[in-house]
């Protein structure tokens, strides 16, 4: 046995969040490890039952009486406040529904339109150089609409990039393909000392690390909930905006669901009151509520704990790689300093296509992104010690 084995080994005893392994489905190949939770978060084990009772009996019994009897109409503000406690906010700033790109379509435009408010001159989006493309695409598509120039820059860039023409800026907390984290408390306060909004996505970092909303006095923000917060693939997204804004927040995107009175049916649109104006039309009520029963593992868990976990799987899996695989055949391109790290590594090689396949063939899951770089994504919840290391000595095996 390796001292990293026993090291693990002993990681693995002291490890709190060790228990909550048993409330996800990881069955699989003999001695699986799943490092892909970055790209889609593990079943909950809650999650089967509650999709056969959304289906059997509040759809196939109730029928229409569960948009009531069963809190299907609220289950958007109810979700947002179960997701707020692990991004920071206090309740009633979060509402769930529609994918991650029509939530930052419409937090960017909305941005956008309060910067306009007070000053028209305002007519510049900032949008982060490396951010995931669809979010580029979007910022494209909104500057287009409100009459913006897009420039795109660097995060560490965007301070020095601000200027009295800035109307937005919309970042990622966690580059997608680096796992490196950005600074969210001093980008906003830079962002806000220029006079302009903004808009964060959270995709690569709620339910990995603290985020801290309405601590940093974050405009608005979107995540998805299909990574670490698990709620299966395609589950609905969110949109998070700041309580004091809500009542000047023009979404782009008004629906009968975001209406005053929704059941009303009048040609002339009134927004509701609070986070219910990022509504836009009917939730899809089946995947939100297996979002809920997701969520449910986070009882008793602190995001503090996770972030503490997550460190210490990141800084042990590096060291497993240093130790175990040969020098010089990968290059970490995930930063080192804990302040500067999500919850992934990312490793180049020449030939990561081919060796993810190979170490997905033999039970270590992570991902592979164009064109040379392996994704491992650490999910404190379900992730050990003991996956880290084997995970690392399959990949030496596999590196030659």
């Not at 997204?237 to 209406?259: C, E, I, K, M, T």
């Not at 593992?297 to 240093?322: H, I, M, Q």
């Not at 490793?347 to 190979?358: N, S, Y």
Request: charged content about 20%.
């Amino acid at each position: 046995m390796s001292e990293l084995t026993v090291k693990a080994e002993k990681l693995d005893a002291g490890d709190e969040l060790a228990a909550k392994r048993t409330e996800f489905v990881l069955d699989g190949p003999e001695g699986a490890v799943y490092l892909d939770g970055n790209s889609l978060g593990a079943l909950p084990v809650a999650v089967p039952g509650r999709v056969a009772d959304v289906v059997g009996r509040q759809w196939g019994e109730m029928r229409i009486r569960s948009w009531t009897e069963s809190g299907w109409w609220t289950a958007p503000e109810r979700i947002g406040d179960r997701i707020a406690p692990l991004v920071g906010a206090a309740a009633g700033q979060i509402v769930v529904g529609d994918s991650t790109s029509v939530n930052v379509f419409k937090a960017l435009v909305g941005a956008v339109r309060l910067a306009q408010e007070n000053d028209p001159g305002r007519d510049e989006i900032l949008v982060d150089a490396t951010t995931f493309p669809t979010d580029g695409y979007i910022a494209g598509s909104a500057a287009r609409m409100t009459g913006c120039a897009l420039r795109p820059v660097e995060p560490s860039e965007a301070p020095g990039a601000l200027g009295e023409r800035t109307a937005a800026v919309l970042l990622n907390h966690v580059d997608y393909r680096t796992g490196r984290l950005h600074d969210l408390p001093s980008l906003t306060a830079a962002v806000h000392a220029a006079g302009a909004y903004a808009v964060w996505d959270l995709c690569h970092s709620a339910g990995a690390l603290p985020v801290g909303l309405d601590e940093h006095g974050v405009d608005l923000a979107v995540g998805c909930t299909y990574k670490y917060l698990n709620g299966g693939p395609g589950s609905p997204a969110y949109l998070y905006v700041r309580a004091d804004l809500q009542d000047r927040f023009d979404s782009p995107l008004p629906g009968w669901n975001s209406h005053a009175e929704p059941f009303g049916m009048r040609s002339d649109y009134t927004p509701a009151e609070g986070a219910v104006r990022g509504r836009v039309g009917t939730p899809d009520i089946l995947s939100m509520l297996a979002l809920e029963a997701a969520l449910e593992v986070w009882d008793g868990v602190t995001v503090e704990a996770v972030r503490a976990k997550s460190l210490a799987l990141t800084d042990f899996f590096l060291e497993c790689v240093g130790e175990y695989v040969p020098e010089g055949r990968v290059e970490c391109l995930t930063p080192l300093p804990h302040e500067e790290r999500g919850s992934q590594v990312a490793l180049r090689c020449a030939d990561a296509g081919p060796v993810m396949q190979r170490l997905i063939g033999r039970g270590v899951v992570g991902d592979f992104r164009h064109p040379d770089v392996l994704r491992f994504g650490f999910t404190p919840l379900y992730v050990g010690f003991a996956d880290v290391e084997r995970a690392a000595r399959v990949l030496a095996e596999e590196l030659g």
